[in-house]
């Protein structure tokens, strides 16, 4: 080696670290040492006439420096610590939130500008492609308060997805409604998430949100996510990012990106010990009552019951749903296709749980649609196909204008309610504005055609019900809910087959029949699910039922069981008669041979016999 004192160096550093001093190990690297070094304490002095080194200052040159998750300045951490440190990391939560009632759960909300990617953690959050996102920088795509159970490792805490926040929003404008709600919003919970686009730094209007979050909470912990973060570490661009977002004056930032699901871990890290400090700190009878409640709320009758609201754009979904919930959930206002996305929401009813979801405007596609609205048209499809009862919402005074109940759209989603086999019930919205003396014979005429125009168009099911309401003046909501309720019970009765059985008999006695030589005779009639109730009449011998004895069927059974305003499918099968064909016996007659009384059929015999 050239240079003596590097090999002496070198030399003591092996002998310190206990390796062998080989040719073969000189080029590899030294392994991490775990005492940190102290900058602030002045490095000894190396005497070279002795040859001995300072252990600290060995320690201190030759040892790995690897840079902690969380932190700018590289420190000194060996194996055993990394281990250490995942075990650490892998403990197990002081409180199990998977067993807590979903009422007690933390609420954290998220906060933040427009499009720094709020409605991709929320989705990153509870799972599920729920909310819509779309990269709209001059537009705004979320514009109500969404609310999840997100899952987050062992954390369970209720999250809310908020509106991108403008502060210099002129007044009545939508912007500065949503703000308005936004704020609102903020006294139901108890932690923040404010994020930030780290690919554009920090903007003016970061700092603008960061002045109205501590003005109008500042009671809420707050965290700075530096959103978008994937390409930092490719860049080097992390250290400076951190300093920006340490402006915003809410403490250490953490790097996370909502599309991929980098830093979770960290955001895990950081939540954890908030929310079980905030959940140590319930008192201990709330959560006796509310585990007894969800004790007894477990059984079968009491599953949760999904209601859509759905509609033409600008008939009152959304006020609909604020009168329903009894507060300010949803953003109402003149303008039409104001909700975008489904808003979905949890309510109690008659001690029933009620998912609530409120759709955005139904729109015929016509294949021009672009952006966000075309995804508004595929999410209010999927969910009034995931609905138990749909509410179709109609405009009172547009019918009273026009002279007719439905248009083409609204018959479209009633019968694509039905052929999906959902219970109907139909509501006429803005009934306060056909209110005064002129209208009194007008109001008299919508009460009694629509029902019957609704009969006309939708043939196909019976006595749906109509409720004639004013969302606005919060009138009729205790009728709407009853009445769904009501078609929710028809929607999953189910009825023995005895008692089906005895109804059969008393039917087919009463219905002429054209032929009575060809009338099929059905052997019995049973229930084979509900949701929606589905039965099958099985048959004797080829006959088939025609439609019209189908149709007759159909209607007796929601006569005599009140079953109107849900679809009711029949199906029939039929039971072959067992009769023996000669074929079968002259070929059973030829294989097995009867066997006389002198006839043996032991083996041993006719072994006997082939012997001789």
Known sequence: MANPLLRALLTRTRKTLLVPFTSSNFSKPISPIR????????????DPSTSRLPSTWLISRFSTETLIPGSSSPSLIGDKDKLKGKK??????RFDF?????????TVILVGRPNVGKSALFNR???RREALVYNTPGDHVTRD???GIAKLGDLRFRVLDSAGLETAATSGTILSRTVEMTGNVLSRSQ??????DVRDGLQPLDLEVGQWLRKHAPGISTIVAMNKSESLDEQGLSVVAAGEAHKLGFGDPVAISAETG????ELYGFLRPIMEDYMLQLPTEEKDEDSVDCEMDSGDENVPLQLAIVGRPNVGKSTLLNTLLQEERVLVGPEAGLTRDSIRAQFQFDNRTIYLVDTAGWMERSGKEKGPSSLSILQSRKNLMRAHVVALVLDGEEIARNQSSMNHAEVVIARQAIEEGRGLVVIVNKMDLLRGKKNNSLIDKVLEIVPQEIQTVIPQVTGIPVVFISALEGKGRISVMRQVLETYQKWC????????NRWLLKVMSRHSWKDQATQPKIKYFTQVKARPPTFVAFLSGKAQLSDTDLRFLTKSLKEDFDLGGIPIRITQRSIPRKTPSIKNSKIKSKSSPRLGPRDVSDKRSHSSDLSF
Do not use: C, H, Q, Y
């Open 125 to 127: 959050l509870i799972k």
């Open 493 to 500: 009765l189910r009825l023995p087959t005895a008692r089906l």
């Open 35 to 46: 005492f940190p070094l102290n900058p602030l304490k002045p490095l000894p002095s190396f």
């Open 191 to 196: 932690f923040a998430i404010f994020l930030i």
């Open 145 to 147: 308060i969404r609310e």
């Open 88 to 93: 650490k990391s892998m403990k197990k939560s």
């Open 98 to 106: 998977t067993k807590v009632d979903a009422k007690l759960l933390p």
């Open 262 to 265: 980098l830093g979770m871990a």
